[in-house]
């Protein structure tokens, strides 16, 4: 079973999602596309590697994806590690920065909400 995990509002409104040692990233105007119009977006994933001459790489990885649930109250949040859901006015706080984080809870498999 997915363990849980927790969404958190970062610098120039990104959103940042954790869950164990995996971290995940939401653009801000990927986020404002989920809100504002429903569109299912990318769920990023920061890559850092030393390069050969000693110089920190970073790349991005599109490992995931989030969509408004059918009922329009929570969304769901697909990555590599496992399926969440969220209700929409959580992430809506958390994306204002009124809460600094939400709890994320495992899809159960089988089950798309």
């Given at each position: 079973?997915?363990?849980?995990?927790?969404?958190?509002?970062?610098?120039?409104?990104?959103l940042h999602i954790s869950v164990d040692?995996?971290?995940?990233?939401?653009?801000?105007?990927d986020a404002?596309?989920?809100?504002f119009y429903g569109r299912v977006i990318p769920i990023c994933e920061d890559r850092s590697r030393m390069t050969p001459g000693?110089?920190?790489?970073?790349?991005?990885?599109i490992e995931g994806h989030a969509a408004v649930n059918a009922s329009g109250k929570a969304v769901m949040l697909h990555t590599r590690v496992g399926s969440y859901i969220i209700p929409l006015v959580s992430l809506q706080r958390v994306a204002r920065g009124e809460p600094i984080s939400a709890p994320l809870f495992p899809l159960i498999p089988g089950v798309t909400g």
């Amino acid at each position: 079973m997915t363990e849980p995990g927790t969404l958190s509002h970062g610098t120039s409104g990104a959103l940042h999602i954790s869950v164990d040692a995996e971290k995940y990233r939401i653009e801000a105007e990927d986020a404002r596309n989920l809100l504002f119009y429903g569109r299912v977006i990318p769920i990023c994933e920061d890559r850092s590697r030393m390069t050969p001459g000693g110089i920190l790489a970073s790349e991005t990885a599109i490992e995931g994806h989030a969509a408004v649930n059918a009922s329009g109250k929570a969304v769901m949040l697909h990555t590599r590690v496992g399926s969440y859901i969220i209700p929409l006015v959580s992430l809506q706080r958390v994306a204002r920065g009124e809460p600094i984080s939400a709890p994320l809870f495992p899809l159960i498999p089988g089950v798309t909400g």
